[in-house]
């Protein structure tokens, strides 16, 4: 047994030092087997009547006319623009160059280099060494705190816009959070939860609802039922409440279920404009379950607590959750940002803060803002009505666009209550991009940017929102490429059409210089004797 596992051992070992020395010796054998082929080209150049093929070909050349070429070049420009299309399409999309990864997909292996797979998980340091990626921890997809009502709120917009706000993906997450949630035993699943078990899993929602009506009919007090209902068959914020009401009355002592219940019972309350009360219920569940902090309706809490506009009260919820050894969000770091901004913002002026400088109080409210926006970059240009909000997603990424979205909605009418707030956040947020100018390998007060936010809020957010994309992508190569050559063999058209002898002078002389350097090195080789020896032979 130890003899075969050496033999393992020793196998790939061997096999990859052969590919590292193919691909080392790759660039050399290629230029030796280039020079081979030109070497027998010249040596069999009299059978094979190179000579006579290429006056042949000559002729053939003289003899087209204009309008050849003014389709050739027109062709050639046509289809260049339609990659160019293509290309630009499928960047905009997905963020990358269709040639470009197939090329790294399909001939990097070929040619030696490192594999996809493998280099997805590695990057290099500043020694050159390789290090692990951020943990996949870093992009984990968190449940939206504030999400909306599907019935009430998500539905209402897809019946006026036509537009489905959330994505496929996002609800597939929904319904594995309900399953893990409110399934408890499975093994003493009692028939209505066995088919609330369904249900969650169905795609349609009216599959969905009919699933929670049967659940209803085996159980009078199926409280997920309720739950389902109130999330999705009720169309306003009162129905949806009395229907989490009967939940609460059949939840009994399931943990997950009250919480979930009385969660929603206090969103209802704030969107009804009970904000006292829903500030109440709130404070009693996070006193009730203490330990559920990573439901994060510390979140509910503060922006219940900035719409009373009871500044004191936040600023003591930030001092308990805004700690360094406790997970952040955008929440957290623009509203923190948000106070301190609060207090000086009224007597900002750019104008005479360049003259006298910024104060203790303006310099810690810069600082907090550049903290916030190194935390998400994408926010500040929600607030500042740069891009256009949508209905935020019911899971989010932190410091994606996703969250970035998802704060903006609730928030940007607590930063325009604050006078004087947003022309502070407009002067400021940009200068934090001086100070991480690389923010993919080092971070400032945070860790590095992680690099998977934008493929995870592609798939997060509708195909209609434009995914705001951190840092800026630079266009790929073939892009710039395509679009380039789209443009010069559509001018070389134009110009051949317009002025057809002026352009058959120019491409002749063009060819002549072209392959001048080839007859300069054919006439030294006829004057070397070995040639003629060697075509002899």
Sequence with gaps: MADGGDSNSQSPGFAHKLKSWLSWSWTYICVIWFAMVLTMIYVLRSPLKL?????????????????????????????????????????RKYGTSFIEQVSVSHLRPLLGGVDNSSAAGLFSSVNGDTEPRPSVSECKVWRNPLNLFRGAEYSRYTWVTGKEPLTYYDMNLSAQDHQTFFTGDTQQLRPEDAVMQ??????????????AYQAIELNNECATAYVLLAEEEATTITEAEQLFKQALKSAGKDTNLLVYIKRRLAMCARKLGRIKEAVKMMRDLMKEFPLLGMLNIHENL?????????????????????????????????????????????????????????????MNAVEAIHRAVEFNPHVPKYLLEMKSLILPPEHILKRGDSEAVAYAFFHLQHWKRAEGALNLLHCTWEGTFRMIPYPLEKGHLFYPYPGCTETADRELLPSFHEVSVYPKKDL?????????????????????????????????AFLSTLFAPLGFFVDKMESFQLWHQLSRI
Excluded at 305 to 314: K, N
Excluded at 488 to 507: D, I, K, N, R, S
């Design 476 to 508: 790929p190569f073939f892009i710039l490429f395509t679009a380039g050559l789209c443009s010069f063999t559509a001018t070389l058209a134009m110009l051949t059409h317009q002025f057809p002898e002026l352009m058959g002078v120019f491409a002749k």
């Design 51 to 91: 000579q006579e093929s290429l006056a042949a070909a000559s002729v053939f050349l003289n003899t087209l006319t204009p309008k050849f070429y003014v389709a050739l070049t027109g062709t050639s420009s046509l289809i260049s623009g339609l990659i160019l299309i293509f290309e630009w399409w499928y960047f």
């Design 302 to 362: 503060l922006e219940a607590l900035l719409e009373l506009q009871a500044y004191a009260d936040v600023q003591a919820v930030l001092a308990k959750y805004d700690d360094i050894s406790l997970p952040k969000s955008a929440t957290i770091c623009y509203t923190s940002a948000l106070l301190k901004a609060r207090a000086v913002s009224d007597k900002f002026s750019p104008e005479a803060a360049s003259r006298r400088g910024l104060s203790t109080a303006e």
């Design 198 to 211: 369904k249900a969650w899993r169905e795609r349609n929602p009216q599959a969905r609802i009919k699933a």
